[in-house]
């Protein structure tokens, strides 16, 4: 199953068994067989019609502002879901100590996965084996902890020396950081990582609309005032091991430069042609394969993903822990 990206602006329909995007230009078909599900980046228009057809092939729409921000989802009537997995999730989140749990997974997960990216670059040579030790050390102390908001505090101190080892990686000038900054983002690597992350987020949440899990219940992101929250936490596993592999790819190959954005107000914008070569990218490593330790046998990062959400609802049930994903490269 594919994404869709939409850049055009127009009207999305229903022919047959087929979507249509009619613009100015002409219409375009879609057989709706592959579709995972549909990214709308331009100003396009749909009926209730066309709402009912995504319904009935249980396919989300991701709407983007035209900075590339994520803003929301049409998300078709959960069509798995169970009252078992969603009252185990509850109480998973209303008991302090199950929920803690899982929150140091996530962490310790998403820290695990910056670790495994600074370690494949400084096997190359890159000097950042002092920023290594730092994530380290904080990473020692999560286990220590008793509340959400300590943990979010280390996995956000490892997340700051995290990017600050950017700079070491990336060789263009260009593209060097001097803080995390998200919106507005003002310089180029900030608006990488800040598409990258939407794109990673319904990537995820996607995934979780073909399991039984409910994506507003997360347990180390928030839940209380956002739309979905669990996509969230199994992002942060997720994000430096593909989104921040993409964007070194595409740095330090030349493939994206400077020309691939523009400004808006008080920041920078990817332009569409430099979020088309974002999401070639991206989508062809989703479907990169690799050798998985358990399995023994090699599997896409998309698969992997949804693999993560089932280990989830089995550690909700009480059949097996949950172990956040680790890459071996």
Known sequence: MESIYIFSGGTLKRKDNSLVLETENGRKHVPIENVGDIKVFGEVNMNKRFLEFMTKKRIIVHFFNREGYYVGSYYPREYLNSGLIIL????????????????????????????????????????????????????????????????????????????????????????????????????YMNTLISFGNSLMYTTVLSEVYKTHLDPRIGFLHETNFRRFSLNLDVAEVFKPIIVDRVIFALVNKGEIKKSDFSRVTEGL?????????????????????????????????????????????????????????????
């Open 88 to 187: 185990k999730q509850a109480e998973y989140f209303m008991d302090k100590s199950k929920r803690l749990e899982l929150a140091k997974s996530f962490a310790m997960g998403g820290i695990n996965s910056m670790l495994s990216v600074l370690k494949y670059y400084s096997r190359r040579g890159v000097k950042i084996d002092e920023r290594i030790r730092l994530i380290e050390e904080l990473k020692s102390k999560i286990n220590d902890q008793n509340s959400i908001d300590s943990i979010m505090g280390i996995e956000g101190n490892c997340r700051e020396v995290y990017y600050s080892a950017f700079n070491s990686i990336v060789k263009s000038e260009d593209f060097k950081i001097k803080r995390r900054e998200k919106r507005p983002p003002t310089n």
């Open 269 to 329: 914008k990817l332009s569409d042609k430099g979020k088309r070569k974002f999401i070639e990218k991206f989508e062809e490593k989703l479907k990169t394969t690799i050798e998985h330790p358990k399995l023994k046998r090699k599997v896409s990062y998309r698969t992997i993903i949804r693999m993560e959400l089932h280990k989830l609802e089995k550690h909700i049930l009480g059949d097996e822990k949950y172990i956040p994903f680790g890459v071996r490269w």
